[in-house]
């Protein structure tokens, strides 16, 4: 998103003000910093909707799922403020219903096939790069232009006919343009004239895009040795690494050899052996300096083919183990000056082994992990761990002072044979708090591990209610996570408090309705323990929370309770409905409105109502629901100011056009400065506004 908005600043006359201003604050920061998210498409939402705006993104299937979630998500704001913005993406089908759902709707598709002419215009250019000339003439140059559009048509019109193909006919394209690729490489890879005419005739025997990742492999494990051995790990960890592999990262984990006590830098392999070992079915992405397969489809056959591999993740495990018991990463521990970047696989193996372990525990990883354990406390891979789940709290403590130990590790990744092992270890104390005052339970019902939560609550003096140091117990961490399974183990449990309020006085009903947890939700309305209009020391109840994360069905089930006030106010004033405006939560705003008990023009202390609050941060939808609902639309709050008003101080464009056509709001009320809404809107430079609000200039009659 930072990327989009550099380039649409870069094709405006002049930086906004408004930007110019956030780089301002930002660089007052220590060290500089740049936007968060929210930030960046608040910017974008102001550049947008001065311009008309053109946004393409390609490829947006191979974006981490996670990832493309939060960009769709802000694409859509930017819609809400700037209509007339158009957004062009490429991708595979299956994301289709995903981008309808997130930009609501509101997205026309057309399926993009290649055609022979773009075929050959590719193999041209293919040919362009040839880096053995000597090994072509005319003949050979103008059969492959002939050739491979007509052989892949073949297998395609074959294919059809025995109903091979994938479903969507757009990856049907995208493979055979694949194809297309991987069969051209392999001719060019050849060295003679006579060796890509052999070649080029075998493809007419129907290499299908299986077969062609099947005859690069066979080629791989065909070069022997080390060579092999190489390729194929490299495959191995790209394919099922639980992130994208850094080049320095990989290159060192294939150094690694299970089990030895010393990490040799000369054991390292470069990376252009590497990608020389792989046979092209690897690539680097110079951008990100990661590592990754040549197409999403070699993912997809790689997985359906586990046994190239073994045991990946039972070795995987075993790699990173040894790679965090080694004497080198030691001494990091110990606390001598060392620079990270001679280690570049201690982040991954920190946070991934036991990830890894968990899903193919061998004895190897098991020794490795007590060998580990020995010294969890004083071990840097302890503070990389703790510092990924929570920078700002867990990076106070230094690492000897985590008091982090082998079973909150264990217990952390849910490995459930080492945790059932450890607690039988004379003296463990099943309850040791770490810095933060997590037990071993709370860390594994915060990541979601029954297995290793049945294995602790069946231990005579296991604590289950134990808070940490900000008074959440296991309960709360699992709740306000998600976890059903988990939630139910614990409520099985008898001496578990359902209801407990934590430091904020949030119970876990309440952290789950602001996760939109249903399944949780439905579990703790269940118990007669749980009270579900329970506020936190706000005095915001478990429906106002759910209202301003807008979730519906978990408004819709606290609705359902009796004992629910759906118009409570909090200690500012600020009632469910209130907050769902602010988010421009339509649904739950539609939602809420239907009971008779909510006031739809009920003010907060300072006097902004739902429509004030929405106008100010430019809820178009929301202001109209409001509206329909008969809202006084020029309601002032405590400082004269009125919706309008804010939705013009700032730059709310659609919710001035909105109130501006409503002949019950005054555009030019003073505020209690003695100021208009043009006075404001001219102040922060809010050109739309202020082209709305000025009276056009009158002509003079010409002479």
């Keep these: 998103m930072g990327t989009l908005l550099k380039q649409v600043v870069g094709g405006l006359k002049e930086i906004p003000v408004e930007i110019s201003r956030a780089y301002k604050d930002q660089k007052k920061a220590i060290g500089g910093r740049g936007p968060r998210l929210p930030d960046i498409v608040k910017m974008l939402q102001t550049t947008t909707s001065k311009e008309r705006t053109f946004i393409c993104i390609d490829a947006l299937d191979e974006c981490v799922p996670g990832h493309r979630a939060k960009l769709l998500g802000s694409l859509s704001q ?147 040795g080390e060579k092999a051995r190489l390729g194929m790990a490299a495959l191995m960890w790209i394919s099922h690494a639980e992130r994208p592999l850094k080049v320095d990262e990989l290159c060192h984990a294939l150094a690694v050899e299970i089990g030895s006590p010393d990490l040799n830098s000369d054991n390292v392999p470069s990376i252009s052996t590497l990608l020389a070992c792989c046979q092209g079915l690897v690539v680097v992405d110079k951008e990100s300096s990661t590592i990754r397969l040549v197409h999403f489809t070699l993912q997809e056959y790689l997985q359906a083919h586990p046994d190239l591999f073994g045991a990946a993740h039972s070795a995987m495990a075993e790699t990173c183990l040894s790679y965090l018991n080694s004497p080198q990463v030691k001494v990091i521990s110990a606390g001598l000056s060392l620079e990270l970047q001679n280690t570049p696989f201690l982040e991954y193996s920190s946070l991934y082994w036991g990830v890894h372990a968990k899903r193919d525990l061998s004895d190897c990883s098991k020794q490795l992990a007590l060998k580990l354990f020995g010294d969890c406390n004083n071990h840097m891979s302890t503070g990389i761990l703790l510092k990924a789940q929570n920078p700002y709290r867990y990076g106070f403590y230094s690492i000897k002072n985590s008091l982090f130990g082998g079973l909150h590790c264990a217990s952390f990744f849910g490995i459930v044979e080492i945790v059932a092992g450890l607690v039988e270890i004379e003296g463990c104390d099943i309850n040791q708090m770490d810095c933060e005052g997590n037990t071993p339970l709370a860390w594994a019902a915060r990541n979601g591990h029954g297995g290793a939560v049945k294995v602790l609550l069946g231990r005579d003096n296991i604590n289950p209610n134990k808070p940490d140091n900000n008074d959440q117990t296991p309960l709360h961490h699992a709740a306000k996570r998600g976890h059903e399974g988990v939630v139910k183990i614990l409520l099985g449990r008898g001496g578990v408090n359902p209801d407990k309020p934590d430091g904020w006085g949030k119970t876990p009903l309440y952290c789950a309705a602001g996760n939109g947890s249903e399944g949780v939700v439905k579990m703790l309305l269940g118990r007669d323990e749980v009270d579900p209009d329970k506020p936190d020391m706000f005095n915001r109840t478990p429906l106002s929370c759910a209202a301003f994360y807008g979730h519906e069905g978990v408004v819709t089930m606290l609705l359902k309770r009796d004992e629910v006030s759906p118009d409570e106010p909090d200690n500012d004033g600020q009632t469910p409905l209130w907050w769902a405006s602010l988010k421009g939560r339509k649904g739950v705003v539609e939602i809420l409105l239907e009971r008779y008990e909510v006031d739809p023009d009920k003010p907060d202390n300072i006097g902004r109502t739902p429509l004030f ?40 464009e659609g919710v001035v056009k909105i109130l501006l056509a409503r002949d019950d709001v005054n555009p030019n009320k003073l505020d209690k400065d003695g100021k208009t809404p043009l006075d404001r809107a001219s102040d922060k430079g809010h050109t739309g506004v202020i082209a709305l609000l000025q009276p056009p200039e009158s002509t003079a009659p010409s002479l």
Excluded at 110 to 121: A, E, F, M, N, Q
Excluded at 614 to 635: F, S
């Design 613 to 652: 609050i929405a106008a100010c941060y430019g809820r178009k939808e929301v202001v109209k629901t409001l509206l329909a609902r008969g809202v006084n639309p020029d309601k002032p709050n405590i400082n004269g100011r009125t919706p309008f008003y804010n939705a013009a101080w700032n730059g709310r």
């Design 78 to 224: 930017i819609l809400q403020e700037s209509p007339g913005t158009r957004i062009f993406v490429t991708g595979r089908p299956h994301i289709g219903p995903e981008i309808g759902r997130r930009l609501g709707g509101r997205v026309t598709s057309l399926s993009i096939s290649p055609k022979r002419g773009d075929i050959v215009t590719y193999l041209h250019s293919k040919l362009e790069e040839d880096t053995t000339p000597d090994a072509m003439d005319s003949k050979l140059e103008a059969d492959i232009l002939k050739k491979i559009p007509e052989d892949i048509s073949e297998m395609y019109a074959e294919a059809t006919a025995l109903g091979k193909l994938p479903r969507a006919s757009a990856n049907r394209y995208i493979s055979r343009f694949l194809l297309v690729s991987l069969n051209v490489d392999a001719v060019l890879r050849e060295t003679t004239i006579h060796r890509r005419r052999q070649k080029l005739s075998a493809m007419a025997n129907g290499l299908g895009l299986g077969d062609a990742y099947g005859t690069t492999l066979g080629r791989i494990n065909a070069q022997g």
